[in-house]
């Protein structure tokens, strides 16, 4: 191999190039491609599946992590023994500098929302955060929280738990707002914002 084919590869790989479309029901992918452009084979379980996709995010050190641009989720809500999973595979791209972050689960008679974020979440990267039927846990809120790039929230059937005026003091640089069908909007503040927000569309 040249020394000009071994310098592409290495910029080759460095590129952000990965995107995750995942049905979680069945963990098989939906859009899913990255520079090996290889496919995860039938597993088990739907988690496993999810696991074997996201085995490589595993291989990286520390300084030698990968930006994801898109990471999509989408399914039936989780069971309350399976939300454990959902938690895992956020920890880990947003350990990799995740840009969109979507979480679009469907409605379950008699299963709770998927509470969001995780303990372990890091909001540093993130650009764009689509959430549906999910209910905002406390500590999307903690002390010394910030979203420095999100640039649009969309979030639909969420349970907001009161915490939205909070969160949007945490947005700098937030330009599109979207909330269809959410609960729990007491105290939602917009006026309070140092940056107005170009796009805002709220339908109750």
Request: with cysteine; glycine share 4%.
């Amino acid at each position: 191999m040249s020394l000009v084919s071994k310098t592409w590869q290495t910029l080759w790989s460095a590129l952000p190039a990965y995107h995750f479309d995942f049905n979680s029901d069945t963990g098989q992918p939906i859009s899913y491609y990255y520079q090996a452009g290889r496919y995860p084979k039938r597993k088990r379980s739907a988690a496993t599946a999810l696991d074997e996709s996201l085995r490589m995010l595993h291989e990286y050190d520390d300084d030698q992590k990968k930006i994801i641009n898109y990471f999509r989720l989408r399914g039936r809500v989780p069971l309350q023994s399976q939300a454990w999973n959902v938690d895992r595979w956020i920890e880990l791209v947003t350990k990799h500098f995740v840009k969109e972050l979507h979480l679009r689960f469907s409605y379950v008679a008699g299963v709770p929302r998927y509470r969001f974020p995780p303990a372990s979440f890091d909001v540093g990267s993130l650009v764009v955060l689509s959430l549906s039927h999910c209910v905002l846990d406390q500590a999307l809120v903690q002390e010394e929280r910030r979203f420095c790039c999100l640039k649009e929230l969309n979030f639909s059937y969420v349970d907001l738990n009161g915490l939205v005026t909070d969160l949007l003091s945490r947005c700098p640089s937030l330009e599109t707002l979207e909330f269809y069908r959410c609960e729990n909007t007491q105290h939602t503040q917009l006026g309070d914002l140092t940056k107005p927000i170009k796009t805002v569309n709220i339908e109750f």
